[in-house]
């Protein structure tokens, strides 16, 4: 049978549509998009939480590029296991997101047996911010610099107590790091909350602290704490003169608060990307940085393979102090 000019001029773009038909969609229409449905940012923490403030303070630009609603979560519980293994083991799709914190990568040294793993059930969307923390002292003690704090622990070993917001805290973990780099014996009071322990090292009842800048600030410029110290890397703007660990005493040292995005593991790339782009603008949006900067935040906005490299070294790093303070998970 003879095929016509006409319809021979159309046979190649009728094959070409069958070996569409049989090898899928081209890259562009196999993107996965998200449902016409709300996006969750599960908080593992109490509303008024520091990264409560920040998945609120995101929630609303997300909500605008996104062209859907951004909904924030709060499944407090267990130190944040019970939000981190709600989203660990939430659907791939990109609707279910974590704002984690510090303790994502702490609690692995600390606890024996967690219902997920860090790197294997989380794809890292952007570290979303960092927040630096003060050495902080009762404005009665002897010790004006780091140094000076050091040199009293050693005079007088055991005898200093440092108190913590609770076993597996940031504010345990900081601490933890400063004995363990200067040499030093002082003991861990872990409280239930930052708050008792504050109260305690107001009443000079304990000798050291670590806690957020705008946590500090007020009790500094009150003349009832002094700062030391700033944990980061490089000195804050809301008190410039006050140096940091490193330069201070410890070459090297720095630890930090930090908030980000992450989603479960499998999550398609394009959604991890289209994610990470709309998170990186609403945290470059002026009023957004603004406020984060009159709370003593630094916006970051990284890349998911910068925060996948952040992540990793998180995780050796505090292993290595609880291995050093002598912290058995349990």
């Not at 599960?42 to 403030?53: H, L, N, R, Y």
């Not at 969307?125 to 140094?147: D, E, F, G």
């Not at 394009?270 to 709370?295: G, M, N, Q």
């Amino acid at each position: 049978m003879s095929i016509s000019n006409s319809k021979r001029s159309l046979l190649p773009t009728l094959l070409a549509s069958s070996c569409l038909v049989l090898l899928g969609p081209t890259p562009a229409l196999s993107q996965s998009s998200f449902a016409n449905r709300p996006i969750h940012i599960v908080v593992p923490g109490a509303p008024g939480s520091g990264f409560d403030s920040i998945a609120r303070l995101m929630a609303p630009g997300l909500s605008d590029r996104l062209g859907r609603p951004v909904v924030v979560e709060n499944r407090a519980g267990a130190g944040t296991i019970i939000g981190n293994d709600y989203v660990a083991k939430a659907a791939p799709d990109g609707h279910t997101l974590l704002m984690a914190a510090s303790a994502l990568t702490i609690l692995p040294s600390l606890v024996k047996k967690l219902p997920y793993e860090v790197e294997r059930d989380f794809a890292p969307v952007t570290l979303a911010v960092s927040v630096p923390n003060m050495i902080l002292v009762n404005t009665t003690s002897p010790a004006k610099t780091v140094r000076e704090l050091i040199a009293l622990a050693k005079a007088k070993p055991g005898q200093l107590q440092f108190a913590s917001a609770g076993n597996g805290s940031n504010s345990h973990l900081t601490m933890q790091l400063f004995v363990s780099m200067a040499g030093i014996d002082v003991p861990h009071i872990a409280y239930k909350g930052a708050t008792p322990g504050l109260n305690d090292l107001l009443g000079g009842h304990v000798a050291i602290m670590s806690m957020p800048v705008a946590d500090s600030m007020p009790h500094i410029r009150a003349g009832k704490l002094r700062a030391l110290a700033v944990t980061s890397s490089t000195r804050v703007a809301a008190a410039p003169e006050v140096p940091t660990v490193s330069e201070a005493a410890l070459p090297g040292y720095e630890s930090l608060n930090w908030f980000g995005l992450l989603a479960p593991a499998k999550t398609p790339p394009d959604l991890i990307e289209r994610l990470h782009r709309e998170s990186v603008a609403v945290l470059r949006e002026p009023s957004v940085r603004d406020k984060l900067a009159s709370d003593n935040t630094v916006a970051v906005g990284n890349s998911p393979a910068e925060f996948s490299a952040f992540i990793r070294d998180q995780l050796t790093k505090w292993a290595g102090v609880a291995k050093s303070a002598g912290i058995v998970p349990e």
